[in-house]
């Protein structure tokens, strides 16, 4: 079975510096892993994808993560906070079977002036 | 490409009423979802679809039901809300089932069963 872990609820940065968004997963096969972003009253939108091509992926606005499987690990980083990025963010990985989506509980991202 | 479109925006409920929410895609995505979000809950998988004609239950199917009779559509029924139906709703569709494809999601629907 697959499973997302997110730590932190809420985050809160100042513009200019690092953001760092942790996920953890579990998955019984090899794990293909997705960030979403949603802005405020909005739909969901992919930001980035671990497909195994590579396990440093960049991805829209800024933002890149890096597949670590011995740490079971796909953490969200960007090295200087826009205002812009505050955002909810959901990790979620891939079921076994056919294309369905298992999320995390999302971190909601603060960025303070 | 207005990509997956869904209505209402809003919607109140009485308990005991019965509605349809829409979703319509016009990528030609043979993949169509319901997924409901709470606070702190992330998003959960209701039902899917494959193609036309052939869905199946997600996580949390209970007090919904679905129909695919075309490419384009996927309407999410509830019958007899509940309060625990209150959720944002949202429709996503993939080109293929590939664990790898991306879904697209649409703006979603913000349901409150009173």
């Known amino acids: 079975a697959q499973s997302v872990t997110q730590l932190g609820s809420h985050v809160s940065v100042s513009e200019g510096a690092l953001v760092l968004l942790r996920c953890n997963y579990s998955s019984s096969v090899p794990p293909y892993l997705f960030w979403y972003v949603q802005y405020p009253n909005q739909g969901l939108q992919l930001l980035l994808k671990y497909t195994s091509a590579a396990t440093l992926v960049k991805g829209i606005n800024g933002f890149e993560a890096e597949f670590k499987k011995s740490e079971t690990s796909f953490h969200l980083t960007k090295p200087s906070a826009h205002m812009s990025d505050a955002a909810e963010y959901f990790c979620?990985?891939?079921?076994?079977?056919?294309?369905?989506?298992?999320f995390g509980a999302g971190t909601i991202l603060r960025v303070k002036s | 490409n207005a990509g997956v479109t869904q209505t209402p925006k809003f919607r109140i409920l009485k308990i005991g009423q019965s509605m349809t929410l829409q979703c319509a895609q016009d990528m030609n995505h043979n993949y169509m979802y319901w997924y409901r979000q709470d606070p702190g809950m992330g998003l959960k998988l209701i039902y899917y679809?494959?193609?036309?004609?052939?869905?199946d239950k997600g996580e949390v199917p209970n007090g919904y039901n679905v129909s695919r009779s075309t490419t384009e559509d996927f309407p999410l029924r509830l019958e007899l809300a509940a309060p625990s139906q209150t959720s944002v709703y949202f429709c996503?569709?993939?080109?293929?089932?590939?664990?790898?494809?991306?879904?697209?999601f649409g703006p979603g629907t913000r349901l409150t069963v009173l």
């Open positions: 979620a990985v891939s079921m076994e079977y056919g294309n369905k989506l298992v």
């Open positions: 996503a569709s993939s080109l293929r089932g590939r664990r790898t494809d991306t879904q697209y």
């Open positions: 679809s494959v193609g036309a004609g052939i869905t």
